[in-house]
């Protein structure tokens, strides 16, 4: 199997060598996977100027020829889809096996943008005069840029690269500086298949900051697009502004699974899974706030405790295994401290609540928590980690007025069975993304994205395309 591992810049189709490098570490093993090219804000410039210059002859290609270098950019992916995965899994943690199912979500946008590049119309409007005749028509917006971040890194930069490459714009991204080698591979795949140089620059760095600086002033950059917290994003957009630029956001999520007295009990248990553990917890949509209403909360924890014993942790290259490590110390002292902060408040520590030292540092164990009240920092904020932290409601208006009680509006989830219930329900929660009877939401023809500070904009779907398109009015006249 081939190697794809590569460490310097991509820029202008070419691989740029910075004097300067970092480290990339395995989570579950801490060795020293790579030293990558340390890019400063000079090479995002030239990254910038390379986009610059490509766009003209990308911009001119028909929507079926982009379309064509899409599909062999897709069908290369597949192809290297264990190649890719161990990458991943590598440097990022997750199983192998959930790598390689990242790899195909990853190049399923690929194939739904190739796809839309052929369905992106315009409109013929009434005429205003019998002189006149007016049409909309869509254009890329230009020149585009993206800072993406470490939990999905290949698929967090193919619902930004796709979509833009298929209407027609230029891309350059800031893959995160814990798992850069996925972003560099399929760049090295793109360019065997033909995307032409300039296309697509990826610039690795751990100096965020001014990367994001130039990626968020430039005047050639008209679009820019970023996954992560919703405190950088604000800075990112404050950045944004000083060109008018086009923006989407995707940030912090807070989201609820919200379990009411008419539930399927056992199918809320299988779904929570689904949802909360994973990637070890460690996704923005993940279900963050468990609310149970009162009176079905003995059967939830009594069918949910062995469903967490039955959890598999370890290295992602062990087999069947449900979830790794954490990605960093980092990660691993947050959700540390905000367990132990529940417990310290009176929630009650019902399974696991503690590193898995024989494993690794990075292993957290499945956890339990129940008795947790809104006002505890484990309700506030986003674990990022495997632990279900369960409140409690009476009524349903109760826990709809719990789930809502967030600046946060990414995703959220309920399990019911009444339909009215369902009605009311879907149309009260404050968020971009909901759930119903289920907790796997993601695909590329859905529309992702948030409500609130979660975000604006959205990823995936026919919407994600216009995401990186202007509406342009045409009028001609002289037709008397």
């Known amino acids: 199997m081939r190697s794809l591992t590569k460490t310097n810049a991509f820029i202008d189709g070419h691989w740029v060598p910075v004097e300067e490098r970092f480290e990339v570490t395995n989570p579950a093993t801490g060795e020293v996977l790579a030293e990558v090219a340390n890019s400063d804000a000079a090479v995002a410039e030239r ?4 986009a610059h210059n490509a766009l003209p002859g990308w911009r001119k290609k028909t929507a079926r020829e982009r379309a064509e270098l899409l599909k062999r950019w897709f069908d290369s992916m597949l192809a290297n889809k264990q190649a890719l995965a161990e990458l991943m899994s590598a440097e990022q943690g997750k199983p192998i096996a959930e790598a390689a199912a990242e790899i195909e979500y990853g190049a399923s946008f690929v194939d739904w943008f190739a796809a839309e590049a052929e369905r992106s119309y315009g409109d013929v409007l009434p005429l205003q005069s019998p002189d006149k005749r007016v049409w909309i028509t869509k254009q890329g917006v230009g020149v585009c840029a993206a800072i993406t971040p470490w939990n999905f890194p290949n698929a967090m930069i193919t619902r930004k690269v796709a ?22 591979a399929i760049a090295q795949l793109a360019s065997e298949v033909g995307i032409p140089d300039g ?14 600086k130039v990626l968020t002033e430039h005047p ?18 404050q950045q944004c502004a000083s060109t008018m630029k086009k923006v989407s956001f995707e940030l912090g999520g807070n989201a609820p699974f919200i379990v009411f007295d008419d539930a399927n009990i056992e199918l809320a248990v ?36 062995p469903a967490l014993s039955n959890l598999k942790v370890a290295a992602g290259t062990a087999e069947e295994v449900d979830y790794g490590p954490l990605i960093d110390q980092g990660a691993v002292d947050k959700v540390k401290r905000l367990v132990d902060d529940a417990v310290e ?7 696991g609540g503690k590193v898995l030292d024989e494993l690794g540092k990075l292993f957290y164990a499945p956890t339990l928590l129940t008795g947790i009240s809104s006002t505890m920092d484990i309700a506030q904020e986003e674990i990022f980690g495997p632990v279900v932290a369960i409140q409690t409601f009476d009524t349903e208006e109760e826990g709809v007025r719990k789930a809502n009680a967030t600046p946060y509006g990414l995703a959220g989830y309920f399990c019911a069975e009444d339909y009215r219930r369902i009605e009311r329900v879907s149309n009260a929660l404050e968020c971009g993304m909901l759930g119903i009877n289920a907790g796997a939401i993601s695909h590329a023809y859905n529309a992702f994205g948030g409500v609130k500070e979660s975000g604006i904009g959205r990823e995936g779907s026919r919407y994600g395309l216009a995401e990186y398109q202007e509406t342009k009015n045409l009028t001609l006249g002289g037709f008397a």
């Open 199 to 212: 296309v697509l620059n990826i610039v690795p760095s751990t100096d965020a900051k001014s990367i994001g």
């Open 345 to 351: 408040q009176g929630a009650e520590c019902l399974q």
């Open 220 to 237: 050639s950059v008209r679009k820019f697009s970023f996954t992560g917290s919703t405190e950088v994003g604000k800075t990112l957009m």
């Open 47 to 50: 990254a910038v100027e390379a």
């Open 163 to 184: 979509p833009a490459l298929a209407a027609g714009c230029t891309m350059v991204v800031k893959p995160p500086q814990l798992t850069p080698l996925s972003a560099l």
């Open 270 to 305: 299988e779904q929570l899974l689904i949802c909360k553990f994973r990637n070890a917890g460690q996704t923005c949509i993940s279900a963050n706030r468990i609310l149970v209403q009162e009176s079905v909360l003995d059967k939830f924890v009594e069918q949910l405790k």
